[in-house]
Each structure stands twice: as structure tokens, then as C-alpha cells.
């Protein structure tokens, strides 16, 4: 058998075992996404942001049965099989840059579209309702107080109304004495939560779009080893045989 054939189905093969690999993998990380994406879900207010999550998601199942086809049609060496996975291969690797476009995109919008709706959600803070869950869950997470700064604190209605004092959830881990007065600046996590919620969305989508780029470089390898495939079989099937 011809080596650039072996060599062809070998990388076939792989990728068809990867498709598997890459189709679990690819789910978790859309889903990864979206579960970022939730927890601060009050603070973003652009839910285009995760279109693509749901492309990898939606590519993820897909690989699943692609996986199957493509080993098939790879031992068979079916022109069939193989244009087919071919085209499939193809149409992931758009749908994968396609993602990268879109994650580069809103990458650069998260800052912008957490400016404006974290002031809102800040000034709604009342101890009771769905924003101050939010605020008390985001402040504990990342350890921060405030939009920019814990000072932020003092233009909300909420400082104005509990003897000038900070939400608890502003206080530093473990600090049992922190009443959330601003004259403990010590037991307060003083740092905004804007610059970290923007650095924490960014790394998350800078994650995804790392796993979908080595996805898309395997499959562009794969394309072209169907293309050899192609080739040589249909070389092969030119030649007649010779009987003595």
C-alpha cells in the first residue's frame, strides 16, 4: 500500500478517534462558557456574548456522529464516505472560525457592556431582591468591593441607609470584625469587582477560543488527507489488470 495512503488513513483514523475526544471536550467548554456567563448574569446585559458558547456546544454533539462516519468511510476508502466527511470536516472548521471571529468580537465588548449595568445593579442594591444576591455573589467570588473602587459604595442608597457602611460581603475572608464600616479599611476588600469581572470573562472566552483553534488546525490536517485519499484511489482504480 502506498505510505502517503498509510499515512493518510493513519491521520484519518486519529482524527476520527479525536472527533470523539473533541466533541465531549468542546461541550464542556461551551458549557463552561455559559456557566460563567450565568453567574454574572446580571451584570451583562449583551447576551449575544454567548453565541459562541452555543457554537461549540452545537459542534461538540455533532463530532459525535462525525467520529463514526469518518472511520468508517476511512477503512472502506468510500469516495463517498470520505467527500462526506470531507464536507462535514469542512463546514466545522468554518463554524470553529466562525467562533474565534465572534469570541474576538465580544472579547473586546465586555468591558464596555459591564461599565453601564453594574453601576445599575449597584445603585438596586436593597439586602432582599435578585441584584444584591448578585452583588453579595460577585463580591465573595472575586474578593472585591464596589464597580471601580469600594468608595463606589457611598453614592448608592444602600451606604446612605445603613449608618454609611459597606455590604458585609465586602469584607476580607475570615474577617469575623468587619462591620463593613469604611473606618476599617483593613478588613475591606478595596479593590473594584468591574476590572476583575472583565478579566475573568476575557480569560474564559481566551480559554475557549485557545481549544477551538487546535481543533481547527487537526481538522485542517484531516481535509487534506482526504484530498490524498481521494487522489490515490482514484489513481489506483485507473490501472487494469493484467492476467497471464
Known sequence: MDCGIITSKSVLLLLSLIFWAAGGSLAYVGSYVIRSYNNFDNFLEDRFTLIPAIIIIGVGVVMFAIGLVGCCATLRESKVGLSFFFLVILVVFAAEVAAMALGFLYQSRIKGDLELSMNNVFMKYDGNNSDTRAVDYLQNQLQCCGVQTYTNWTSTPWFMGHNNSVPVSCCKANSTECTGRLDQPALLNTQGCEAKLVLLMQDVLSYAMLVILGFA??????????????????RRSGYQPLYA
Open 217 to 234: 488546525i487537526i481538522k485542517f490536517f484531516g481535509m487534506l488527507s482526504v484530498c490524498v485519499i481521494n487522489c490515490k484511489s482514484g
